[in-house]
């Protein structure tokens, strides 16, 4: 099983709906991230969570909020999708006690707004 | 702001040959670097990371170096094979926080 595990894997749907993307893990790390990866611009930080009450905002935030539910679950949701927010979704984490150690990724959530 | 380029965004050798990736960063102030591969549609495979103190690291037919001094780091690929086809992202971790990362170099490998 992977360590660090997305929900969907894909997700197609309209203008203005509200989405929910998941992210569990495993590796028992207190920090967790949420990226977004466009053609040609990389990867940009959305939001980052050190603890479970802890919640921070990165390069590009607005459109979007984060739950940090326990320790193991950090979701991002888009409360109303718009077409500049088709992309592909990545949840990292990371752990403090050793923090300069690798971030860990997500397969990924490719999300298309129509 | 803390900026990573990396260049070529697209390298295309025949099998077998070795090769250099480059990345460079404005501000030497980081914690580490990191080394990732991605394949089309995939996530991301984190492949060599080199904490500040480090000049380099090697794993297999990988060896990536770091310069903070002139904010520069490489990725060599020896005896580079189809199989290594696939996207190389560099990010550097600034104070212990969240990855910036370059935009990519796109290696395509011949047989």
């Known amino acids: 099983d992977a360590d660090v595990t997305q929900t969907p894997r894909n997700r197609i749907t309209k203008t203005g709906k509200r989405i929910m993307l998941e992210c569990s893990q495993t590796?028992?790390?207190?920090?967790m991230y949420w990226y977004r990866q466009d053609p040609g611009l990389g990867l940009r930080l959305i939001y980052y969570s050190f603890d479970v009450k802890d919640i921070n905002k990165g390069e590009i935030s607005d459109g979007y909020s984060v739950s940090r539910q326990a320790q193991a679950k950090f979701s991002l949701s888009l409360e109303s999708a718009i077409p500049n927010q088709t992309a592909l979704y990545f949840c990292?984490?990371?752990?403090?006690?050793?923090?300069?150690?690798?971030?860990?990724f997500g397969d990924g959530t490719r999300l298309s707004i129509l | 702001k803390q900026e990573v380029t990396q260049i070529p965004a697209a390298l295309s050798v025949p099998e077998g040959e070795n090769l250099v990736l480059n990345c460079s960063f404005t501000d030497s102030a980081i914690y580490n670097l990191q080394w990732f591969r991605q394949d089309p549609g995939k996530g991301l495979t984190s492949l060599l990371l080199?904490?500040?103190?480090?000049r380099e690291q090697t794993s297999g037919r990988l060896n990536a170096s770091l310069d903070k001094s002139s904010g520069r780091s490489t990725l060599y690929i020896a005896a580079s094979q189809p199989g290594d086809s696939a996207t190389y992202l560099c990010a550097v971790n600034q104070a212990g926080t969240a990855l910036i990362f370059g935009k990519g170099t796109t290696l395509s490998v011949s047989s």
């Open positions: 590796k028992g790390h207190d920090r």
């Open positions: 990292a984490t990371s752990d403090t006690e050793h923090s300069n150690q690798p971030q860990h």
């Open positions: 080199i904490q500040s103190s480090q």
